[in-house]
């Protein structure tokens, strides 16, 4: 078990790999009354192609399966694991995104037991055929839930119309066709090998001693079994630099129309240091231009294209990498058309020493403040060491960054070709 120690924010994390090949990090807090334990697989609903474990040959699976799993596992022959959090006094939940799938629990005592109770439940799957044509029904009807949410189907279809051939342009839950189509050996094929100790993190922070729950977790890791594997052969189709579809109109009941500009952030596969740099440039950039107070912000305003409603975010991943500048608007293709001129004369733009030194100190204080939720931590460590990131040491990342490198990022950000707009309006 090595020890870290991160002075400039007064932490400390014990991280070891175990034989299985799980790498478990441990942050005691001790002033904590809580504990949050996050169980992670670095499988998400864009991991449709590969090689399963023990086999050769490439096979891919249904879209939506990812989730489905993620739903399955909470249910076993006999029980439903929910109950058994709850009998234990902790809060239990999971989600799947495009790139992981995670399983969490929240509780303020038998740490020990829960998180016994988060590493068995994710490591014995029990799937039947009854149980998975009786999900379908269920997830159906989630689907068509989101169908009809405005939001989702704005955050979709600007996806939808960045991205060609990259999975990532499909409903993380799937379709209601693709899910009728999933088999219990299609859920364990996808069981076996990305849910492997080698594909998977296991994070633990709150109020315990490290040393005792590295061991206790290594116990139960020691009684359990699985096959060897050295890393996960999966498959991505190219992915063009440019959007497929520059306008995309989605017609819903809505009494104000929606509008979305995406910027198509990035396609090809990044990590370590340069996933990071862009990551943190790519946020940091987003943030100057389109934040309360910041030009591109005050003149749309100013113009009378936002209101409360105006959003902005910025997303990479290994693969693929977007950003989203939109809201509610009664004049979409006015707020379309101005996003879009604010964005192209970035080409040109410079930005000072002293505005650099304030994004830079904005992005440290957001991130600081951030850290004292466990949820944070937990979530951005992860995430962040699945990309060869540690998520400890992006303060000194954010200091280290220059000037130039900014400017640069900031004058080679913006073509036309990669800019899509999606709106979401009434017949």
């Given at each position: 078990?090595?020890?870290?120690?991160?002075?400039?924010?007064?932490?400390?994390?014990?991280?070891?790999?175990?034989?299985?090949?799980?790498?478990?990090?441990?942050l005691p807090k001790p002033e904590m009354a809580k504990?949050?334990?996050?169980?992670?697989?670095?499988?998400?609903?864009?991991?449709?192609?590969?090689?399963?474990?023990?086999?050769?040959?490439?096979?891919?699976?249904?879209?939506?399966?990812?989730?489905?799993?993620?739903?399955?596992?909470?249910?076993?022959?006999?029980?439903?694991?929910?109950?058994?959090?709850?009998?234990?006094?902790?809060?239990?939940?999971?989600?799947?995104?495009?790139?992981?799938?995670?399983?969490?629990?929240?509780?303020?005592?038998?740490?020990?037991?829960?998180?016994?109770?988060?590493?068995?439940?994710?490591?014995?799957?029990?799937?039947?055929?009854?149980?998975?044509?009786?999900?379908?029904?269920?997830?159906?009807?989630?689907?068509?839930?989101?169908?009809?949410?405005?939001?989702?189907?704005?955050?979709?279809?600007?996806?939808?119309?960045?991205?060609?051939?990259?999975?990532?342009?499909?409903?993380?839950?799937?379709?209601?066709?693709?899910?009728?189509?999933?088999?219990?050996?299609?859920?364990?094929?996808?069981?076996?090998?990305?849910?492997?100790?080698?594909?998977?993190?296991?994070?633990?922070?709150?109020?315990?001693?490290?040393?005792?729950?590295?061991?206790?977790?290594?116990?139960?890791?020691?009684?359990?079994?699985?096959?060897?594997?050295?890393?996960?052969?999966?498959?991505?189709?190219?992915?063009?630099?440019?959007?497929?579809?520059?306008?995309?109109?989605?017609?819903?009941?809505?009494?104000?129309?929606?509008?979305?500009?995406?910027?198509?952030?990035?396609?090809?596969?990044?990590?370590?240091?340069?996933?990071?740099?862009?990551?943190?440039?790519?946020?940091?950039?987003?943030?100057?231009?389109?934040?309360?107070?910041?030009?591109?912000?005050?003149?749309?305003?100013?113009?009378?294209?936002?209101?409360?409603?105006?959003?902005?975010?910025?997303?990479?991943?290994?693969?693929?990498?977007y950003s989203f500048i939109g809201g509610n608007t009664?004049?979409?293709?006015?707020?379309?058309?101005?996003?879009?001129?604010?964005?192209?004369?970035?080409?040109?733009?410079?930005?000072?020493?002293?505005?650099?030194?304030?994004?830079?100190?904005?992005?440290?204080?957001?991130?600081?403040?951030?850290?004292?939720?466990?949820?944070?931590?937990?979530?951005?460590?992860?995430?962040?060491?699945?990309?060869?990131?540690?998520?400890?040491?992006?303060?000194?990342?954010i200091q280290a960054l220059t000037l130039e490198e900014?400017?640069?990022?900031?004058?080679?950000?913006?073509?036309?070709?990669?800019?899509?707009?999606?709106?979401?309006?009434?017949?």
């Amino acid at each position: 078990m090595t020890r870290q120690t991160y002075k400039e924010i007064n932490e400390v994390i014990y991280t070891e790999k175990l034989d299985n090949g799980l790498t478990v990090s441990l942050l005691p807090k001790p002033e904590m009354a809580k504990t949050y334990g996050l169980f992670t697989t670095n499988y998400g609903s864009i991991d449709q192609t590969f090689v399963p474990i023990g086999e050769d040959k490439e096979t891919t699976v249904p879209e939506g399966v990812a989730h489905f799993l993620e739903h399955k596992l909470f249910e076993k022959e006999d029980r439903d694991v929910f109950a058994d959090f709850s009998k234990q006094g902790a809060s239990p939940n999971a989600y799947t995104s495009f790139t992981k799938t995670a399983y969490l629990f929240s509780a303020t005592n038998h740490v020990e037991k829960n998180v016994e109770t988060l590493i068995d439940f994710v490591q014995a799957p029990y799937f039947s055929e009854a149980s998975v044509e009786k999900e379908k029904g269920i997830i159906a009807q989630e689907i068509k839930m989101y169908d009809d949410q405005p939001d989702w189907q704005s955050f979709m279809g600007t996806i939808k119309s960045m991205f060609k051939n990259h999975p990532v342009n499909i409903d993380i839950a799937g379709t209601v066709d693709s899910i009728n189509t999933i088999t219990k050996d299609d859920l364990y094929t996808c069981y076996h090998t990305f849910y492997h100790p080698e594909n998977m993190i296991l994070f633990i922070a709150g109020n315990f001693d490290a040393s005792k729950m590295m061991q206790f977790i290594k116990d139960n890791q020691a009684k359990k079994d699985f096959e060897k594997m050295d890393h996960i052969e999966r498959a991505f189709p190219d992915e063009p630099t440019e959007v497929v579809k520059k306008e995309n109109k989605i017609i819903m009941p809505v009494s104000v129309p929606k509008c979305t500009v995406g910027i198509k952030e990035s396609v090809t596969e990044l990590s370590g240091d340069s996933f990071l740099k862009k990551d943190l440039l790519q946020s940091m950039v987003m943030d100057h231009f389109f934040s309360k107070g910041g030009p591109f912000y005050q003149t749309l305003y100013d113009e009378a294209l936002i209101d409360s409603s105006f959003y902005f975010e910025t997303n990479i991943e290994k693969n693929f990498g977007y950003s989203f500048i939109g809201g509610n608007t009664d004049q979409p293709e006015k707020f379309a058309g101005k996003v879009k001129e604010l964005l192209q004369t970035t080409n040109q733009a410079s930005l000072s020493a002293e505005e650099f030194e304030r994004m830079k100190k904005k992005r440290i204080g957001k991130l600081l403040r951030a850290m004292n939720s466990l949820e944070f931590i937990a979530s951005q460590y992860t995430q962040y060491r699945l990309l060869g990131v540690d998520f400890f040491q992006i303060i000194p990342a954010i200091q280290a960054l220059t000037l130039e490198e900014a400017n640069q990022f900031v004058q080679n950000w913006i073509s036309e070709d990669r800019l899509a707009v999606c709106t979401i309006a009434s017949a």
